[in-house]
């Protein structure tokens, strides 16, 4: 019997395969635990719908991401900071606070969690920056820290 999986069966299939199982597995195994549904005309359309639609999203994400890199690549973001004895930082700059200072200064919210900075930043400067937007998609940024 052919079924369409709903979700990652171990050894079986996995979710959105369309694949050949034994009658029984199906019946007493997969349609209880609404693992599976059976391979109909109308469950095969639904699932190249939800296909096509989450390719749709992926590809919007994916354009997203690029109008956000055209936006702030190879830009300088200034973070102003307090300062301590010999020009030294009291504490350190963060992927958050350059985060903020995205959003403040180009008007961009981006996840702490996508910006890598390449050495710690506990002096004034300027630092490089690299945020991984997609797969595929970073944008390179200059970090100046500057005193308060």
Known sequence: MK????????GSGKKGEIKNVADGYARNMLFPKKLA????????????????????????????????????????VIIK????????????????HVSEALEKQFDVKIDKKKINLKTDIKNFGTYDAVIKLYTGITANITVEVTEE
Do not use: C, P, R, Y
């Open 81 to 96: 900071a307090k300062a301590g004895n010999n020009t030294k930082l009291f504490g350190s700059v963060t992927s958050n």
């Open 3 to 10: 079924v369409i999986f709903l979700q990652d069966v171990k």
């Open 37 to 76: 549904v059976e391979a109909t005309s109308s469950n095969l359309s639904e699932l190249a719908g939800q296909k096509s639609s989450a390719q749709h999203k992926i590809d919007m994400e994916k354009q997203a991401a690029n109008e956000i890199a055209a936006k702030i690549n190879d830009k300088k």
